[in-house]
């Protein structure tokens, strides 16, 4: 069952915007909010503050930026971002966003079985 925060077209699939995904609540303990999830895929609303300490995930992901510019570190390779830019990242793979403003909101996709598309045989 398809579950979409904060709303739902019955025809047209799902649709939030970047305002309605910023004014989610981030749970406890989370780092992003939950904005959609179907099947095995599941989109978050990224917003750090100050310092990304995240740790690797168990799924392959996608990273759509929305606002803002700074660097990314993915595994051995560190690059430039910056608004509209998509980034991917194997699951396992450790990651960051280094030397980013406040103003920095990117969409996150998770998707694919634990493991990784990589894992399927």
Do not use: C
């Amino acid at each position: 069952m398809a579950k979409l925060f904060p709303k739902r077209s019955s025809k047209d699939g799902w649709h939030a915007t970047l305002d309605e995904a910023l004014s989610l609540p981030i749970p406890n303990g989370q780092r992003s909010s939950h904005v959609m999830e179907h099947g095995s895929m599941s989109v978050r609303l990224y917003a750090p503050k100050q310092v990304d300490s995240q740790s690797p995930h168990e799924q392959d992901e996608i990273y759509v930026v929305a606002n803002g510019t700074g660097w990314f570190v993915n595994g051995s390779r560190r690059h430039r971002f910056s608004a509209g830019d998509v980034l991917f990242v194997p699951a396992g793979v450790q990651h960051r966003f280094e030397e980013f403003g406040d103003n920095v909101a990117i969409w996150v996709i998770f998707y694919g079985p634990q493991g990784g598309e990589a894992m399927r045989g």
